[in-house]
């Protein structure tokens, strides 16, 4: 059985935000960008990643979730509880200077990890967790 990762989401409560983060900043080219019964996915990749996508996609993405549903997720998110993802880079260190740079929510600065590598952590505009990890001795 061969199985891949095609796509992964991340709930975000502003689409130009998180485009000017995820685009700009990150430098994921934009594949995708529609709307659906008054909601919006953006997805987003890494250049050398063709077949991964990230979908950029409005909290709890349910045309028939109820308001108290909305509700909850959307207080989940403001308190960056909601999952995010882990990025591989190749200079941990390179990675965290350009994003705080730009202003990025520093977390963690860049620190070696006992289960093999170094990595630091920011917060996306949502407030999703987003982590940069480097392989040690890579």
Known sequence: MDIKL?????????????????RDVLGLEVRNDVGFEGMRWVTV???????????????????????????AVAELMAKGLLRGVIFRTGDCDATFERIRAAGGDVLQEPMDQPYG???????????????FIQPRGK
């Open 45 to 71: 990749g890494s250049p050398s990643q063709p077949d991964v996508e990230i979908v950029l996609e409005p909290p709890l993405a349910d045309p028939n979730a109820t308001d108290t549903d909305r509700q």
């Open 6 to 22: 095609a796509q992964c989401f991340i709930a975000v409560d502003d689409h130009d935000k998180a485009l000017a983060f995820y």
């Open 117 to 131: 590598v170094r990595d630091c952590a920011f917060r996306d505009p949502a407030g999703n967790l987003l982590r």
